[in-house]
């Protein structure tokens, strides 16, 4: 919730009923839920003051003042809005656009490097740069005879 705050709030919250809400609420405590609306609100000024047309909801203001979002292409239901959700968190995330994690502590770490397919790239690279030959050049003279191969 707190990785894209007004993204949550179109996709997720509001299909939350109050009874959800306020359960949310009580697991975050106070300052999980001062949090979570600070981040909001900042989210929606810095929006309004630099709109970014590659995001899914824009907001502009309405004529008293208030904060209003565009919602052409948001879902129709709970379950839709939470399955896109999780769809643009774990797109974020392997784009490598998560603040939150360190990519670097994965990326250098070579515990986490897969060896098989290392070794693979590697053998893979040494056949490639043999040239083909054959054992038997023209200038040989050619094996004629039995094949090895025993006839009933």
Known sequence: MLADPLLYDRLV???QSAAEREADGRAKGYSGILEAD???SEAKIEALAHPDPSLPVQYTRGPSGEILANDDD???SKE???KQWRKL???RFLSGQDTDFDYGEID???A???KVQEARDFEDAYFDKEEESWSLEESETKLSGE???QDF
Do not use: S, V
């Open 80 to 82: 839709e809005g939470q």
């Open 147 to 149: 094949t090895g191969i």
């Open 13 to 15: 919250r509001r299909f």
């Open 74 to 76: 948001m879902p129709e």
């Open 38 to 40: 600070l981040l909001r």
């Open 108 to 110: 250098d770490n070579e």
């Open 112 to 114: 986490w490097d897969d």
């Open 89 to 91: 968190m774990e797109l």
